[in-house]
């Protein structure tokens, strides 16, 4: 299983199973009032009419929320539900059944058409996420390529952060947000001079200072393309520290975005387990521990708990997974459906 689906997959499970149930309950309320509300008589014909016309409702959600088989296995269990009311309470009243037989046909009609479409209209939406995030793939590896030793560092830290989202429970928009903004969280340092972004040694004040401006450039660049334009904030604040002595802003605690204090301890975590030019990596155990400590002064509390109770032997899996495919991250994290 690839990781960026994985990462979402507690997520959607969760969401799907909860709108199964929203489906199933459906049916069965729908099918049981049409059963119980008397068939003669002001004004329970009218009602009884009235809800069997609610059945189309459960099929066009689970076309909606499962595309076409899901459509098709509503419609199949609407059918299952009203066709024993239908042979039972109105038997021999052929007028009434030819009129019952073609709402049947309604609700298949129904889901045939609503299941093409919605699948038709996901199939393109995807394919649109996919190819925006396969064009800003392509942007971040050629930055990490520029200042890392391997382009992956944007896949990785965007992997372990939407690790810490889910286990946040984070919704399907700030997990999108997200993943765009960890992945595009140095975009800016395009513009800064190789002489400075490569520097071995420590930097000068000045140099400093032009380093700094990387989060404000980046903010700037996002800005200007409309699907990456929420995550704009997320990459402006990615150097704030929970105590208020980050940059650019200095912002304090919960002025700071929550994505922005969930990607630090991402981003953290990363910087701390690969080797960097001027020292080497720590075990995936000392990084927690340097977090830890870290905790309510680079780092928000609620983040690093959630940080924490993910175990190294995850971390190293989706560390291998990121190297083994990096090209499959791109397809979940921006998906909505
Ligand atoms: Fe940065």
């Not at 947000?177 to 004040?205: C, E, F, M, R, W």
């Amino acid at each position: 299983m690839k990781q960026g689906l994985m990462i979402m997959n507690g997520w959607h499970v969760r969401r799907q199973r909860l709108r199964l149930i929203i489906v199933g309950s459906l049916i069965a309320v729908v099918g049981l009032s049409h059963w119980i509300t008397p068939i003669a008589g002001d004004p329970f014909h009218v009602v009884h009419v009235f809800l069997r016309k609610l059945f189309i409702l459960p099929i066009v959600l689970s076309a909606i929320w499962f595309e076409f088989r899901g459509a098709i296995i509503a419609a199949a269990f609407v059918t299952i539900v009203y066709l024993p009311h239908v042979f039972l309470q109105w038997s021999g009243n052929l007028t009434e059944n030819v009129n019952q037989l073609g709402e049947v046909a309604t609700a298949w009609i129904v889901a045939l058409l609503s299941g093409f479409f919605v699948r038709t209209e996901k199939t393109a939406l995807r394919e649109i996420v996919r190819t925006h995030e396969g064009s800003v793939i392509a942007l971040v590896a050629a930055l990490d390529a520029r200042e890392h030793e391997t382009e992956l560092h944007s896949l990785r830290v965007r992997a372990y952060a939407l690790r810490i989202g889910a286990e946040l429970a984070m919704t399907s928009k700030q997990m999108r947000v997200l993943g765009q903004a960890s992945l595009l969280h140095d975009i800016g340092k395009i513009g800064t001079p190789d002489p400075i972004l490569l520097k071995p040694g420590p930097l000068t004040n000045e140099e400093w200072q032009t380093m700094h401006r990387h989060p404000e450039v980046g903010r700037r660049i996002l800005l200007l393309v409309s699907f990456l334009k929420d995550s704009a904030e997320i990459v402006y604040s990615h150097h704030e520290h929970y105590d208020g002595t980050g940059y650019p802003r200095a912002l304090l605690g919960e002025q700071i975005p929550f994505e922005a204090r969930v990607f630090a301890v991402a981003d953290a975590f990363d910087a701390l387990t690969s080797d960097r030019p001027y020292r080497k990596r720590v075990s995936c155990d000392e990084a927690r521990k340097v977090i830890q400590e870290d905790t309510g002064k680079h780092f928000d509390t609620e983040a690093v708990r959630a940080f924490l109770r993910i175990s190294c032997t995850e971390w190293e899996r989706i560390d291998r997974e990121v190297s083994a495919a990096p090209e499959f991250l791109g397809v979940d994290s921006g998906n909505d459906s």
